[in-house]
C-alpha cells in the first residue's frame, strides 16, 4: 500500500510539473510575437517634438532596428508598442509607442540592486518624434 501511495505521489507530482513547465514555453512563444506592420511604421525620418530637438532615423532590418547608430534587437510588440534591446548590452532598453502621427521613445535601461540600496530601475526621459 504505501509503494502505491508513493507511485501516485510521483506520478502526481510528475503532471503538476509537466503542466507549469509547458505554460512557460507557451507564455514565451506568445510574447515573442512580433507585428511586422506596426516595426514597418518606426521606419524613416522623424524629428524630436521637445527640448531635445533634433533629427533622429529609424531602420528596420531582419528583426532589428538602428535608431540613429544604436543597434536594437526587437523582443516582441504589444498593442501599439514595440519592446526592444541594445544589441550588444541587454540591460539598455527602448520601447517605441507607435501613434497616429507621433511616435514616443522610452529609454531605460536595468540597475543591479544591492540588498541595502532601494532602486527601481534606470527610466530615462521619453523622446517624443514626428514623422517628417
Request: net charge neutral.
Amino acid at each position: 500500500m504505501e509503494k502505491f501511495l508513493r507511485v501516485i505521489f510521483i506520478i502526481g507530482l510528475s503532471i503538476t510539473l509537466t503542466a507549469c513547465s509547458s505554460n512557460k514555453k507557451v507564455e514565451k512563444v506568445a510574447k515573442k510575437a512580433v507585428d511586422k506592420r506596426l516595426v514597418h511604421k518606426l521606419a524613416g525620418s522623424w524629428l524630436a517634438d521637445s527640448y531635445d530637438y533634433g533629427n533622429y532615423k529609424i531602420v528596420y532590418e531582419e528583426n532589428r532596428l538602428i535608431f540613429n547608430s544604436t543597434e536594437l534587437e526587437i523582443d516582441y510588440t504589444k498593442e501599439n508598442k514595440v519592446f526592444t534591446h541594445k544589441q550588444k548590452d541587454k540591460t539598455v532598453h527602448y520601447i517605441f509607442e507607435v501613434k497616429e502621427d507621433e511616435l514616443i521613445v522610452y529609454p531605460s535601461y536595468e540597475i543591479e540592486q544591492n540588498s541595502d540600496e532601494l532602486m527601481v530601475g534606470g527610466d530615462l526621459a521619453p523622446i517624443q518624434l514626428k514623422k517628417t
